[in-house]
């Protein structure tokens, strides 16, 4: 990061570490109507509108939802799903950007030099609608870039003179010019990596930006936080039309099976066999992900392989520090050869 970038990154930093307090005692004062008004506008302002909810003072407030909570069944019981995002809600209050963000090695970036031709591809490649911009590096961060706003300067490029309405000739859209001089950038927020989590929500809701660089004491670049990023922690992974859809459950070769973590028991059960015994756990585990999470208290890493019911073998797939994404379920060798053997915490 060049002196100029890393003194502004420090100087934004230095600004939201100043206000937040400022802006959680505002959020404290915010009354249940307000809330109300919020959580029916969309989901940033829903879980802006729950803020009060995620504050000390709020701790009477807070044991009630607690509470209820516990109630697993009868009139006025919540679902799973609820129970399940109202805790999520309720733990937002100490998750950190550090938490969410995407670390620096999974970035997916352009360089401010790079000509439109190269950006358009590096938006095919990456399947991002927005991207940092950077100089000589991550570390010198020059802003972001929104697809959107490319689509719209192709679109007024390949306009004909008849204007507004007239036919586009996209022969007349210079693909070699560089990003810095089309006017394409847009300006990113810049926060610290201990930052709240809601702090930035609420930050980036009166910004009216969904993406921030998450910059450490020495004004390098640590990872990138988005809107999503923040929400998903909330209500689950979120997927669009773009996103690769893969089977939940597939049988790659006989009595081996590659299951997403968001998969229901009760139908890894049906497609396993009934000796996939989840009896023991149908209470506090719906799915695969918090089957083995329950076992081990913690997200195991790719790699490592966990039996979290006896004599079967669960490979970790696919896993990021927050949550499992995809494991391999197979009969260990006892269970093949129709022998118990002893049950183990983790194999590796």
């Known amino acids: 990061m060049n002196q100029r970038s890393r003194n502004e990154a420090r100087a934004e930093i230095a600004r939201e570490e100043k206000e937040a307090p400022a802006e959680r005692s505002r959020e404290e004062d915010r009354s249940p109507a307000a809330a109300d008004a919020a959580a029916e506008s969309n989901w940033p302002g829903f879980l802006a ?15 009630d939802i607690a509470e209820a909570l516990l109630k697993g069944t009868g009139d006025g ?26 670390p620096r090695a999974a970035i997916d970036g352009v360089q401010i030099s790079a000509s439109l031709g190269e950006l358009m591809l590096e938006f095919e490649r990456c399947g991002h609608s927005r991207m940092p911009v950077y100089g000589d590096g991550l570390d010198d961060p020059r802003g972001m870039v929104h697809i959107r706003d490319v689509l719209l300067h192709v679109v007024k490029s390949a306009r004909s003179d008849e204007g507004e309405g007239g036919p586009l000739d996209f022969g007349r859209v210079r693909l070699g010019g560089a990003v ?3 006017g394409l950038l847009r300006k990113v927020l810049f926060v610290p990596p201990s930052m709240l989590a809601s702090d930035l929500m609420a930050r980036m809701q009166a910004t009216r930006t969904q993406m921030a660089l998450v910059i450490d ?10 809107l999503e990023d923040i929400i998903e922690r909330v209500v689950g992974d979120i997927e669009d039309e773009h996103d690769e859809a893969e089977a939940l459950i ?39 992900g918090g089957l083995i999470f329950s ?14 019911l006896p004599g079967f073998a669960f490979e970790v797939l696919e896993a990021d520090p927050r949550r499992l994404r995809r494991v391999r379920i197979s009969r260990s060798a ?5 022998t118990s053997g002893p049950r183990l915490e983790a194999v590796h």
């Open 180 to 182: 810095e001089e089309l």
């Open 217 to 226: 004491e020495y004004g390098g670049t640590d990872g990138l936080v988005s």
């Open 49 to 63: 509108g729950i803020a009060h909810f995620l504050r000390p003072k709020a701790s009477s407030s807070r044991e």
């Open 250 to 288: 597939a049988e790659r070769e006989a009595g081996v099976f590659e299951v997403d973590a968001r998969a229901d028991l009760t139908d890894v059960r049906r497609a396993i066999g009934p000796d996939f015994d989840i009896s023991a756990h149908e209470e506090e585990a719906d799915t695969i």
């Open 334 to 338: 006892a269970k093949r050869d129709g």
């Open 295 to 308: 076992e081990l208290g913690r997200v195991p890493p790719v790699g490592e392989t966990v039996e979290a």
């Open 77 to 102: 019981a919540f679902s799973a799903e609820e129970r399940a995002m109202l805790t999520n809600i309720l733990k937002l209050r100490e998750v950190r950007v550090e938490d969410v963000m995407v």
